[in-house]
Nanobody
């Protein structure tokens, strides 16, 4: 599976962005999909994940209520809608995929996209 993230950019605090991650491969629908982020000088952290069917989604406490993860298996794409952005959301955002449907918060994903930079100005 190859993943290509897009949609990052510069936005003012309080604004919104939608990230997309397009995947290759016919087995996309089988995978747990996640978004992680890494801010300058910090470790990579879990942001959100969604199970294979889209029925279950999971969020880090820091983004709960502001971010929404979704997927379109027909388009092999996962999205991250980010609202009410804060300067502390500034980071490179990575999409990832794994076949195991549990431990979604762990960074032990088999496939990773290249990352897209989100910058939130105050």
């Amino acid at each position: 599976v190859q993943l290509q993230a897009s949609g990052g950019g510069l936005v003012q605090a309080g604004g919104s962005l939608r990230l997309s991650c397009a995947a290759s491969g016919r087995t996309f629908w089988r995978y747990l999909l996640g978004w992680f982020r890494q801010a300058p000088g910090k470790e990579r952290e879990f942001v959100a994940a969604i199970n294979w069917s889209g029925a279950n989604s999971y969020y880090a406490d820091s983004v709960k209520g502001r971010f929404t993860i979704s997927r379109d298996n027909a388009k092999n794409t996962v999205y991250l809608q980010m609202n009410s952005l804060k300067p502390e959301d500034t980071a490179v955002y990575y999409c990832a995929a794994r076949s195991q449907q549990s431990d979604y918060y762990s960074d032990q994903y088999a496939y990773w996209g290249q990352g897209t930079l989100v910058t939130v100005s105050s």
